[in-house]
């Protein structure tokens, strides 16, 4: 248990009901061991994000149970649940989440200062400038674009190195020159400060960069990949093995 920063075990999650219930997640089993960096893929309705939010704790499953760093988290009252997922775990969203009358600087610290302690200021501004947006501290999100929206968003998780970071299409909203940089970042979380990254990504150069591929479907795992080729991965998710 102590290798496994998360462990979904037998995890379920539906929604709706009746004729509209829909399976996002069918018994799955994973670990995701400490230090490592899982690419997770699948085509749309796979469960990809379903997965994310359970294993975040955003989501709680019908049945089994999800640990982070040993606990279960499934079990966790809200207040505590929250309070776990400000100081261990790390997420970055598809829809941004940042505060619109905060700048760029003020939302990457917002967390910190949240939980009461003081941003490490150079920290912060290493982390804007390697996600490209040196210069643009004092920016309010409405004056950025949305691929800078979302690397405000990749700064605020990354800046408090959580022992888990999740991450949804992290490169979506970006150009590849950025989007390079932000896995890069990622990348280094998980080999210089041994942190754990699990990513969900439609993007096979994108999952090149993870230790393992791990692919949904119908709210199932169907396969793993180890350390993948971008060919291995579009020709897995096009049905060839």
Same mark, same amino acid.
């Given at each position: 248990m102590n290798d496994h920063?998360?462990?979904?075990?037998?995890?379920?999650?539906?929604? @709706?009901?009746?004729?509209?219930?829909?399976?996002?997640l069918r018994q799955v089993s994973v670990a995701f061991t400490s230090a490592?960096?899982?690419?997770?893929?699948?085509?749309?309705?796979?469960?990809?994000?379903?997965?994310?939010?359970?294993?975040?704790g955003l989501d709680r499953p019908e049945s089994g149970a999800v640990r982070v760093a040993g606990q279960d988290i499934t079990r966790l009252p809200e207040k505590a649940l929250a309070v776990l997922r400000r100081d261990r775990i790390g997420i970055i969203f598809q829809a941004f989440n940042l505060v619109p009358s905060l700048t760029a600087w003020q939302n990457v610290v917002l967390p910190t200062r949240l939980a009461r302690r003081r941003p490490d200021a150079d920290r912060v501004r290493e982390l804007l400038a390697r996600v490209g947006l040196e210069g643009r501290e004092g920016h309010r999100p409405a004056q950025l674009s949305g691929g800078q929206q979302q690397r405000v968003? +990749?700064?605020?998780?990354?800046? @408090?190195?959580?022992?888990?970071?999740?991450?949804?299409?992290?490169? @979506?909203?970006?150009d590849r020159a950025t989007g390079h940089e932000v896995l890069?970042?990622?990348? #280094?979380? *998980?080999?210089?400060?041994?942190?754990?990254? *699990?990513?969900?990504?439609?993007d096979p150069e994108a999952a090149t960069w993870a230790d393992a591929v791990?692919?949904?479907?119908? @709210?199932? +795992? *169907?396969?793993?990949?180890?350390?993948?080729?971008? #060919?291995? +991965?579009?020709?897995?998710?096009?049905?060839?093995?």
């Open positions: 920063a998360v462990l979904l075990d037998g995890v379920t999650r539906t929604y @709706g009901r009746g004729a509209t219930e829909v399976t996002a490592t960096f899982t690419a997770v893929m699948g085509p749309s309705g796979s469960g990809k994000s379903t997965l994310l939010q359970c294993g975040s968003a +990749i700064a605020r998780a990354l800046l @408090g190195r959580p022992a888990v970071l999740f991450a949804d299409e992290p490169t @979506g909203a970006l890069a970042l990622l990348r #280094e979380a *998980v080999d210089r400060f041994g942190q754990t990254v *699990v990513m969900v990504t439609h791990l692919f949904l479907r119908d @709210g199932q +795992i *169907v396969d793993t990949l180890a350390r993948p080729s971008a #060919e291995q +991965i579009s020709a897995r998710l096009g049905g060839r093995r």
